[in-house]
């Protein structure tokens, strides 16, 4: 009698493995597709927040509630006109303006300001003691409806809206990305271990103004 009850549930187990797994596998498919979805990082346009080869996770539920913010980190789909690439490619970069925003390059401190307000950018990227300037160049833009003004932290090494700006002729709708295309939320570095961080909103964006 105890050989049969301790193969019983032994079979019952073996039995059950099947199903387990299928749902275990239908909700790790179901979380990446709405919920969570890692992404490595491919290029040197987030420097040195963001560095070749690390990996983020990017909440990909956050947008279905809100707009993206200022400041904030975020995965996009790129059009094709800045990837060149038909099928589709994702990019990361910070939002640095929303719709309505006036964006102008730069006060007397070599600062961007928005809607008034300069803003101060730590996470610029810098080498050696350089640092990289705000944008190469002077502009000018408000924001439209429905778009976001997003750029790299790594500004000369970034295809970002910026240089989208200069390359078509200063173009609004060629630089600025569709709030609709924008996959998520990067929030933290979790690989490699040594440069585990959370991806906060920088300080400087407190107090921007409304548009």
């Known amino acids: 009698m105890i050989d049969e ?14 199903i387990l797994l299928g749902v275990a596998i239908l909700v790790a498919v179901l979380v990446r597709a709405f919920v969570l979805q890692t992404f490595f990082i491919p290029s040197p346009s987030m420097e040195n927040t963001l560095k070749i080869d690390d990996r983020v996770l990017v909440n990909k539920l956050v947008y279905d509630f809100r707009s993206p913010h200022r ?46 307000k300069s803003l101060d950018e730590p996470y610029i990227f810098s ?5 990289d300037k705000p944008a190469d160049q002077e502009f000018d833009i408000t924001v439209p409806e429905g778009r976001l ?6 500004r000369s090494a970034s295809g970002d809206s910026l240089e989208h700006w200069q390359q078509s002729g200063q ?8 709030e609709n295309d924008v996959v998520g ?22 107090g921007i103004p409304k548009p």
Do not use: Y
């Open 171 to 178: 173009n609004i709708t060629e630089a600025t990305i569709p």
């Open 127 to 131: 080498m050696d003691g350089v640092r």
């Open 71 to 116: 400041g904030e980190v975020i995965v996009f789909k790129a059009p094709t006109s800045w990837s060149g690439n038909p099928d589709g490619e994702d990019f990361i970069k910070r939002v640095i303006g929303v719709p309505g925003d006036h964006v102008v390059c730069c006060d007397p401190q070599e600062r961007l300001m928005i809607n008034g």
């Open 185 to 206: 939320r990067a929030f933290t570095v979790f690989w490699p271990v040594s440069r585990a961080t959370w991806l906060t909103v920088p300080d400087g964006f407190d």
């Open 5 to 18: 009850q301790t193969d019983k549930p032994r079979s019952s187990f073996w039995k059950e493995l099947p």
């Open 149 to 154: 003004w997003v750029m790299g932290d790594h």
